[in-house]
């Protein structure tokens, strides 16, 4: 291979080999089947395989043979995306589907599609700490991939409790879903001296050495991150060689000291032995008062292009100041105001901007003195203990933070936690700790207020069935807590159910999202459909559903309030684009409105036709063109609609035709 391509880095795979296979080809699982089973079990072969010495491993993505369940297929794309070799690959059979081939996700429908989309595109964001890991692995022989007992051998748990996770580098924790089904992932969280681990998605923090439920929306694989994470991520690609990022975000949670070495070079041929390449170390060290962030002068003669760093801090105090080797620089309103500035984004991130031209920098954070999280001065840890835990009623847990002076804090997210008991337990052990006494609770359902009794022989009860997340507060001084959701309900899942639907009237489809206490959200797109019905639905099946026996509107936007086991709504007029759905599951009230046209890329509608949507700027004018065959050449695709020179706005058109072919493409052209 290299003598035919001396100027490229071959690539060789090989399903089998001898020991020292790793010397010269990439390796993968083999002919696995498309079923639970197989993608459970591929989790620990893999890692096991890559410890082994043979680094570079995968797996053909949802499985070799048989036909692939479009959610299982979606879970092993969460997770595949993450290991250095990443493929789909299935037997050679009927292309599309239902057979035995046709794993790609374009061919699969909503959620699905979108869903496998949003792992590919992670993969490509984090495309820079991954390729770092890459480069990592031919220098020290540590594989991209490691079962968590390799990193945290002296937490024995890891070897019991992490069967089916594994690291992605130093400061990522990947707990994939392994069964079908399934909206959440418990995982046991690694213990290490000063260690907390950061939800992805939400930013929750959890302690080491403790179990976290948390949501697991197709898309989203459960993942999390260590503090004092350095990860440097990019943009979205249709390829790696698409284009080169003019910028480079820095994603950091300081927590202690910390280190990481960015590499990057060309990505084909052989210059990077010859000084070729660059290595930036970023440095992060956080104090109480301060968070100091070093950016190290770039070591070899290669220019990746990107401009400028955004560093983000997902874990930040109140920030008083930032300065910029020694001097301050200013606040600014957005990120494209000036060169070089910081601002608080609204989701409560630091939002740093610098130019990069390849020289050593200091930045240097101030936090608020007022706002600097402080430890309690009686206790030195608290722990809420209780059976709703695993280990149940460990007072060693340590899971509260001090938030300030005597105010201790606990966020946990709960999955079908029913009539539990807690206690607050101070240092470790159960020498002093608080409940209740007999007698002295007075509420018991959440969000919940008392008094603790110190050294008490009543625990705290808790009636009800709770999903979500929750936070405990204990004040070690007043002996005040409080038990309150931050984003929760008594039901782990609500589906819209409906004669629109495919299938019709299935409760399984857990499409709503919760978007606030009790109140769940689902967006359909609608084409043409007519006196549509439809009823909510908890838990995924018709055990508990809702519907209006009473209904007095039956236009949009409607309104009512659902009775248990009601009748079901009904729509009397032709629904089409996007119409949103909301259920309070307490108050049991409903609606039905639609949206305006803001949905940008291409959205199934029912009766198998297709949305297309687009924002359009000012003067620019657009042309819709359609294709049953990439092959065709351009001048023969059909002209479906244009767009004249309009003010900038939303543009929708709506393809009837789609549900006449098998497959159908779409180019937008200007003008």
Request: net charge neutral; with cysteine; glycine share 10%.
């Amino acid at each position: 291979m290299l003598e035919k391509n001396p100027n490229k880095r071959p690539f060789v795979l090989s399903r089998s080999g001898n020991c020292g296979i790793q010397r010269y080809a990439v390796s993968w699982s083999g002919d696995t089947a498309a079923n639970w089973t197989y993608a459970r079990t591929c989790i620990r072969f893999g890692t096991s395989a890559m410890i082994s010495g043979v680094a570079w491993f995968g797996h053909d993505i949802g499985g070799f043979t048989g036909t692939v369940d479009p959610e299982l297929l979606t879970r092993c794309h969460e997770w595949g995306a993450l290991l250095p070799f990443f493929r789909s690959h299935s037997r050679k059979g009927d292309d599309f589907h239902g057979a035995d081939q046709g794993r790609e996700p374009w061919r699969y429908a909503e959620p699905y599609q979108s869903a496998m989309r949003n792992s590919i595109q992670l993969r490509y964001k984090l495309m820079p700490y991954l390729y770092t890991l890459a480069h990592n692995a031919t220098q020290t022989g540590e594989p991209m991939n490691v079962p968590t007992v390799f990193k945290y051998f002296a937490d024995n748990n890891t070897a019991s409790q992490n069967e089916y996770e594994f690291m992605v580098g130093d400061y990522l924790l990947c707990a994939p879903v392994y069964s079908g089904g399934a909206g959440s992932r418990d995982v046991y969280l690694p213990y290490a001296p000063g260690v907390n681990w950061y939800h992805w998605w939400s930013n929750t923090r959890f302690g080491g050495g403790t179990r976290a439920t948390v949501s697991a929306p197709l898309g989203q694989v459960p993942l999390f991150v260590r503090g004092g994470a350095i990860i440097p991520e990019g943009p979205t690609m249709q390829h790696t060689g698409e284009f080169t990022p003019g910028y480079l975000d820095l994603n950091c949670w300081p927590d202690g000291n910390s280190t990481f070495t960015l590499y990057e070079d060309e990505g084909e041929g052989w210059n990077f032995t010859n000084g070729v390449y660059a290595a930036t170390t970023f440095t992060s060290t956080r104090t109480a008062t301060n968070w100091d962030f070093t950016i190290a002068a770039r070591q070899g003669s290669y220019n990746p292009g990107h401009t400028n760093f955004f560093i983000y801090v997902y874990n930040p105090d109140s920030v008083s100041a930032v300065k910029l080797n020694g001097s301050p620089i200013a606040q600014i309103a957005s990120l494209g105001a000036a060169p070089t500035g910081w601002l608080m984004t609204g989701d409560g991130k630091l939002a740093i901007k610098l130019v990069d031209a390849g020289a050593s920098q200091s930045v240097q954070v101030d936090w608020g003195t007022n706002n600097v999280i402080v430890s309690s001065n009686t206790f030195s840890a608290m722990t809420v203990a209780g059976t709703f835990l695993t280990p149940q009623w460990n007072a060693a847990a340590s899971n509260m933070t001090a938030v300030a002076d005597h105010v201790w804090r606990f966020d946990t997210t709960l999955a079908a936690a029913t009539n539990f008991q807690f206690k607050f337990v101070a240092n470790g052990n159960w020498s002093t700790n608080w409940g209740e006494n007999n007698g002295s609770q007075t509420q018991f359902t959440v969000p919940l207020s008392g008094t603790g009794k110190p050294n008490s022989a009543t625990n705290i009860a808790v009636t009800g069935t709770f999903n979500g997340r929750y936070r405990f507060t204990f004040n070690d001084q007043t002996l005040a807590y409080t038990l309150t959701p931050l984003l929760a309900s008594p039901y782990a899942t609500m589906t819209t159910a409906g004669t629109f639907q495919n299938p019709q009237w299935s409760p399984s489809l857990t499409n709503m999202t919760l978007i606030a206490n009790n109140t769940w959200q689902y967006d359909a797109v609608f084409d043409n459909t007519t006196n549509a019905q439809f009823k909510f639905a908890a838990n995924g099946t018709w055990t508990a559903n809702w519907g209006d026996s009473s209904q007095a509107q039956f236009l949009p936007p409607l309104s009512g309030t659902g009775q248990s086991f009601g009748g079901n709504i009904q729509v009397s007029n032709t629904l089409n684009g996007v119409c949103r759905f909301t259920f309070n599951d307490q108050t049991l009230a409903y609606s039905l409105r639609a949206l305006p046209p803001t949905r940008a890329g291409l959205s199934p509608g029912t009766n198998g036709a297709m949305h297309i949507a687009f924002t359009n700027a000012e003067g620019m004018r657009f042309t819709v063109l359609a294709a049953t065959n990439l092959t065709v050449p351009l001048s023969n695709w059909i002209v479906l609609a244009s767009v004249p020179e309009i003010a900038p706005g939303q543009f929708e058109f709506r393809d009837a035709a789609a549900t006449n072919f098998p497959r159908r493409y779409y180019r937008l052209r200007t003008p």
